[in-house]
């Protein structure tokens, strides 16, 4: 993995200082004169790289496109995104025994995940290469970005979700939008090999999070966290704690980490630690971490509660393996009720999210009790989607409603009863 770095001469294929760069072997691109998900050569992962890269003072406006000097275009197909909250969660805080203790709520993104960072992006991508039908594979929260971004992009989107097993919102949020619905008899990895497929024979755009355009939205996520903690705090966040899947985001962290070293604007003992949190029934990420190892075996048979990280072939991860582990950061695995747990707790401190995003909370509070992590380090976690995603995980993990008469004093006398 020699070319994770980003000191590289401007190539000859860079006419507006903005290329791809093919994370195994070096090939550089054009970025958008023809449709590219991976390497001509050897099929690796592609990163976006720039002639220049921006500092702090380069930053105006709200939201991703605030960051428009770190991206490849200065504006998208907006809704807009980004600015989401980063709360302070004092019982949290004080129950897990960290120093400082803060949960970036990506659920409040304009579709209720982090995906609309990356969407905003790709979907400008789309429109200067020039192509109209966009695609994607999706546990449910790709698909709700896509139909929307695409609906506001004027373009036909297409995706494949694995048949009975994406929450009820983020189906409803597909259909609403407009996408054509393909349910497939399968899981998502099988979901991903098809769409795949059908970029390869040219028949639609790809907007998974193999388009290394969409990474570079998602970066913004870091940008905005580690803003908050320099005007805020006078400090960078030791840990950042997310959920993950096809390791995307992790991925994208990294790379903000990376671009902001490059620049300056972060010095290199600063980075904070990358922390990945995936399910017990999905862990391959977690698995290749605890091995040693510099890729993940496929899991073919997986299953958990947080529907959005149910994924065996993480396919980001030769992207993220590096990101954690250069970092000084780890992977662990958390079970469906350490993620229900935690899904509570967000919700008593007022912040509701769908199951995947408190894997993340589950695993820092894993991770503290193990002494992985210090009690004097300051902690991020990311939580990924918005509770009304998932009304079903939601009710399963709430409390039940209690049948009462439909009269004044019979509620009363009700509650009297069963007090
Ligand atoms: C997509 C998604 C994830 C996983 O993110 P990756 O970048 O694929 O690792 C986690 N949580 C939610 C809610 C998601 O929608
Ligand atoms: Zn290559």
């Avoid at 297409?158 to 259909?175: D, F, I, N, R």
């Avoid at 030769?318 to 935690?342: F, N």
């Amino acid at each position: 993995m020699a070319h994770l770095d980003l000191n590289e001469a401007v190539p000859a294929c860079s006419e507006t200082g903005v290329w791809l760069t093919c994370i195994e072997c070096g090939a550089q691109f054009a970025p958008f004169t023809e449709v590219r998900y991976t390497c001509d050569d050897c099929d690796g992962l592609l990163e976006v790289r720039y002639a220049d890269l921006p500092t702090w003072d380069d930053f105006e406006g709200r939201g991703v496109w605030r960051y428009d000097a770190a991206l490849p275009f200065d504006e998208g197909v907006s809704l807009p995104e980004g600015d989401t909250p980063l709360h302070a969660v004092p019982e949290l805080e004080a129950e897990i025994g960290v120093d400082r203790l803060r949960v970036k709520h990506e659920g409040m993104n304009p579709t209720g995940s982090f995906k609309d960072r990356g969407m905003t992006v790709g979907v400008r991508v789309a429109q200067q290469v020039g192509v109209d039908r966009l695609a994607c594979a999706s546990t449910g929260n790709t698909s709700a970005a896509l139909a929307a971004y695409g609906a506001r992009g004027r373009m036909e989107t297409l995706v494949l979700l694995p048949a009975g097993k994406v929450a009820a919102g983020k189906v409803a949020q597909a259909s609403l939008h407009g996408a054509r619905i393909l349910e497939v008899d399968g899981n998502f990895d099988t979901c991903l090999d098809i769409v795949q497929d059908l970029a390869r024979r040219g028949k639609v755009y790809l907007l998974n999070s193999l388009n290394p355009f969409r990474l570079e939205g998602q970066k913004t996520i870091g940008l905005e966290i580690l803003e908050r903690f320099r005007t805020e705090e006078g400090t960078v966040p030791d840990r950042i704690v997310l959920p993950v899947g096809n390791a995307g985001n992790t991925a994208a962290l990294y790379k903000c980490f990376r671009e902001l070293v490059a620049s300056g604007g972060l010095t290199p003992e600063d980075v904070p630690k990358l922390t990945g949190v995936q399910a017990e029934g999905a862990a391959p990420m977690a698995e290749a971490i605890e091995e040693g190892w510099d890729h993940t075996e496929r899991w073919e048979d997986v299953e958990t509660r947080a529907t959005a990280i149910r994924i065996g072939n993480p396919v980001n991860a030769p992207k993220a393996l590096p990101g954690i582990r250069e970092t000084g950061g780890t992977a662990v695995a958390v079970s469906d009720e350490q993620i229900t747990d935690a899904q509570r707790a967000l919700a008593g401190e007022g912040v509701g999210v769908e199951p995947a995003s408190a894997a993340s909370v589950a695993g820092l509070r894993a991770l503290r009790k193990q002494g992985v992590v210090d009690g004097d380090e300051q902690v991020v976690c990311l939580t990924t989607g918005h509770l009304l995603k998932d009304p079903e995980a939601a009710a399963v993990a709430g409390s039940d409603p209690e049948p009462v008469p439909g009269t004044t004093d019979g509620v009363l006398d009700y509650l009297r009863e069963s007090s």
